[in-house]
């Protein structure tokens, strides 16, 4: 069964600074990794998919990248604004799948601090 | 386009009592999925519909949970005889059939008393 554990759980930082969130996963047989954002009350919205086949996705201050065999992605915030707290989350598909269910690791809860 | 939408928003019931979730997926969207979000449990996969298939119900809890897509668009999830440990927000997804991402809905906030 694939485990997604993500670190940290909660980070608190002020406006401007330059962000790593990681997450991990113990099945590395994955067609893509997602990362997704959650704010307080509501649904996720995907931020970003990255395929197996690539190694970094971008859009505008993020960016994800993936290692697939050392099970690892990271989600990179350039110049964080206050805008951009809410919970990260990353979700990968069943192993060899893109159809079917994800797994998701608890999130990091991010505050950025004006 | 309008995006997934879900009904109620918050429901509140007694142990014991029946409740229906309502899920309208994007329109064209073949995949629907359903979540369970708790406290301390993260998000949790519960079923999956994709087209005419059969459904994937590997991640229903107990027989007490139950889903119905009715004519490859709407889905209904229910939950009998309701238990505080169903409280939770019931989270819908769905997909378009050649695509990767996953769309989500806002959510039922499910209190049992």
């Known amino acids: 069964k694939q485990e997604v554990t993500q670190i940290p759980a909660a980070l608190s930082v002020p406006e401007g600074e330059n962000l790593v969130l990681n997450c991990s996963f113990t099945?590395?047989?994955?067609?893509?990794l997602q990362w997704f954002r959650q704010d307080p009350g509501k649904g996720l919205t995907s931020l970003l998919l990255?395929?197996?086949?690539?190694r970094e996705q971008t859009s505008g201050r993020l960016n994800a990248s993936l290692d697939k065999s050392s099970g690892r992605s990271t989600l990179y915030i350039a110049a964080s604004q206050p805008g951009d707290s809410a919970t990260y989350l990353c979700?990968?598909?069943?192993?060899?799948?893109?159809?079917?269910?994800?797994?998701f690791g608890r999130g990091t809860q991010l505050t950025v601090w004006p | 386009g309008a995006g997934v939408s879900q009904s109620p928003s918050n429901k509140v019931t007694e142990k014991g009592k029946d409740v229906e979730l309502r899920c309208d997926p994007i329109?064209?969207?073949?995949?629907l999925y359903w979540y369970r979000q708790s406290l301390g449990q993260g998000l949790e996969f519960l079923i999956y519909?994709?087209?005419?298939?059969?459904?994937?119900k590997s991640g229903l809890p107990s027989d007490r949970f139950s889903a119905e897509r009715t004519g490859g668009s709407v889905s209904t999830l229910t939950i009998q005889r309701t238990q505080q440990e169903d409280s939770a927000v019931y989270l819908c997804?769905?997909?378009?059939?050649?695509?990767?991402?996953?769309?989500f809905g806002p959510g039922t906030r499910l209190t049992v008393l």
């Open positions: 997804a769905s997909r378009r059939d050649s695509g990767d991402t996953q769309y």
């Open positions: 329109s064209g969207h073949t995949a």
């Open positions: 990255i395929q197996s086949s690539q």
């Open positions: 519909f994709q087209g005419n298939s059969a459904p994937d």
């Open positions: 099945d590395s047989a994955i067609y893509n």
């Open positions: 979700a990968v598909p069943d192993r060899g799948s893109t159809l079917g269910r994800l797994y």
